[in-house]
T-cell receptor, first 115, second 112 residues
Framework: EPEVTQTPSHQVTQMGQEVILRCVPISNHLYFYWYRQILGQKVEFLVS????????KSEIFDDQFSVERPDGSNFTLKIRSTKLEDSAMYFC?????????????FGSGTRLTVV | DAKTTQPTSMDCAEGRAANLPCNHSTISGNEYVYWYRQIHSQGPQYIIH???NNETNEMASLIITEDRKSSTLILPHATLRDTAVYYCIVRVAGTSGSRLTFGEGTQLTVNP
């Protein structure tokens, strides 16, 4: 079964540093998403991306965050200057399009630890 | 999206059916009921969805009441690997460009 692949599985970074989290969505999917989950808390929506632009973003997704689809396969989330509170699991997801009967397919996540 | 209410936790014996309830009394006519689960910090996994008819797939069955104000996810023969947090989410289909709103979900523990 096709998978959403995320790398790295775990990243440790110093506060103030930039990080890029990488995702390879399912090849025929057109919508891409980032979610995060702080330890012990709910899964939270960050951003959705379609046709090379952001289609929706949450209040969490401030100017420190950006997303990009640099080529035909990768989808990245960049955090410009990490804070301690950015420590979380970050999940990438993709879906085939409107009326996606099977919903989203999520990756296994990147655990980001900011020290 | 309509708000959902689920029990915080449930237990089930291995091999028995697990019935997970969800209340969504404010659901609108064009909103579907989706179920996802999350196994210990892995990414959420889609299980099933439905509008008003009961649905079944290889993972589970979804029973939606006639008034659509509540639903039940049924895992017919629960295994230890079904231990997870189960999320009931109500949203309009055809808006896959928009967010999924996860609540607290139900922690299902399958016991040997």
């Amino acid at each position: 079964e096709p998978e959403v692949t995320q790398t790295p599985s775990h990243q440790v970074t110093q506060m103030g540093q930039e990080v890029i989290l990488r995702c390879v969505p399912i090849s025929n999917h057109l919508y891409f998403y980032w979610y995060r989950q702080i330890l012990g808390q709910k899964v939270e929506f960050l951003v959705s991306f379609y046709n090379n632009e952001i289609s929706e973003k949450s209040e969490i997704f401030d100017d420190q965050f950006s997303v990009e689809r640099p080529d035909g396969s990768n989808f990245t989330l960049k955090i410009r200057s990490t804070k301690l509170e950015d420590s979380a699991m970050y999940f990438c997801a993709s879906s085939v399009g409107p009326g996606a009967g099977k919903g989203y397919t999520f990756g296994s996540g990147t655990r980001l630890t900011v020290v | 999206d309509a708000k959902t209410t689920q029990p915080t936790s449930m237990d089930c014996a291995e091999g028995r059916a697990a019935n997970l309830p969800c209340n969504h009394s404010t659901i609108s006519g064009n909103e579907y009921v989706y179920w996802y689960r999350q196994i210990h910090s892995q990414g959420p996994q889609y299980i099933i969805h439905g509008l008003k008819n009961n649905e079944t797939n290889e993972m589970a069955s979804l029973i939606i009441t006639e008034d659509r104000k509540s639903s039940t996810l049924i895992l017919p023969h629960a295994t230890l690997r079904d231990t997870a947090v189960y999320y009931c989410i109500v949203r309009v289909a055809g808006t896959s460009g928009s967010r999924l709103t996860f609540g607290e979900g139900t922690q299902l523990t399958v016991n040997p």
